[in-house]
C-alpha cells in the first residue's frame, strides 16, 4: 500500500529527532495524525517554528532579536557563563546568576557531525572580540570526553582574546552557586 507522501515527509522529519528510530517515528506519526493531543502538537511545532528563533548574543531561544536576559541592563556584562545547553541556562538562573550567557546546544562531537559552526562558537568569538572589557568567561560544561573537549577547543579559541577563562565541570559549578 502507498502511502501518501506527506505522511512519509512526517516519518522521516521524526525519525531524525535523537533517539526515534523508523518504527517509533512512524508510531508517532500516526498518533500525531490520529489525537486531539498530536493536532495540538502539530499546531505548537508550527508555532513555535514561525516564533521562535535564538538571540543574536546568547542564542537562547526567544521571540525577538535579543531575548529578556541579554536585554536587562541590570545584568552583570562583565560575567559570562557558557552552557550546554538552555536547560543548564533555566538551572543557572534558578541558582542565581546573573550575568550574561552564550548557548552552545551541544557539545563538540565531530562523530555525530557537530563542530564549531553548529556550536555558534563564530559568534561567541564575534562576541568577545565587541565586548567591553574586562571580562570573565566560564565554560561550565559537563565532565564528559564531548565537554572536556569542548571546554579544551574554547578555551585554545579564546586564549588571545585577552579574557579571563574559568573552566569549570557544570554540576560543581551549579552546586557552588546554589551554596553562595
Known amino acids: 500500500m502507498l502511502l ?3 505522511y512519509q515527509q512526517l516519518v ?3 525519525d531524525q529527532l535523537p ?3 523508523p518504527r517509533a517515528a512512524a ?10 493531543a498530536g493536532a495540538a502538537l502539530l499546531q505548537a511545532l508550527q508555532r513555535a517554528g514561525a516564533e521562535v528563533t535564538q538571540c543574536r548574543h546568547c542564542r537562547c531561544y526567544s521571540n525577538a532579536d535579543l531575548c529578556g536576559l ?3 541592563e541590570q545584568r552583570d556584562g562583565t560575567r559570562w557563563l557558557v552552557v550546554a545547553g538552555v536547560d543548564e541556562l533555566q538551572q543557572a538562573e534558578q541558582a542565581g546568576w546573573r550575568g550574561l550567557y552564550f548557548v552552545l546546544h551541544g557539545l563538540l562531537a565531530p562523530m555525530s557531525g557537530r563542530g564549531p559552526n553548529q556550536l555558534g562558537l563564530d559568534q561567541l568569538q564575534q562576541r568577545v572580540a565587541t565586548a567591553a572589557r574586562p571580562l570573565q568567561i566560564t565554560l561550565a560544561l559537563e565532565s564528559t570526553a564531548e565537554g ?8 585554545s579559541m579564546l586564549a588571545a582574546a585577552g579574557v579571563e577563562l574559568v573552566l569549570q565541570d557544570w554540576t ?9
Not at 500516526?30 to 489525537?35: D, G, K, V
Not at 572536556?148 to 578555551?155: E, G, K, L, M, P
Not at 560543581?172 to 553562595?180: D, G, I, K, P, R
Open 4 to 6: 501518501p507522501a506527506a
Open 12 to 14: 522521516q522529519a521524526l
Open 19 to 21: 533517539a526515534v528510530g
Open 27 to 36: 508510531r508517532l506519526a500516526q498518533h500525531l495524525l490520529n489525537s486531539d
Open 70 to 72: 541579554c536585554g536587562n
Open 148 to 155: 572536556r573537549a569542548t571546554a579544551a577547543f574554547i578555551a
Open 172 to 180: 560543581e559549578w551549579l552546586t557552588l552557586q546554589e551554596q553562595a
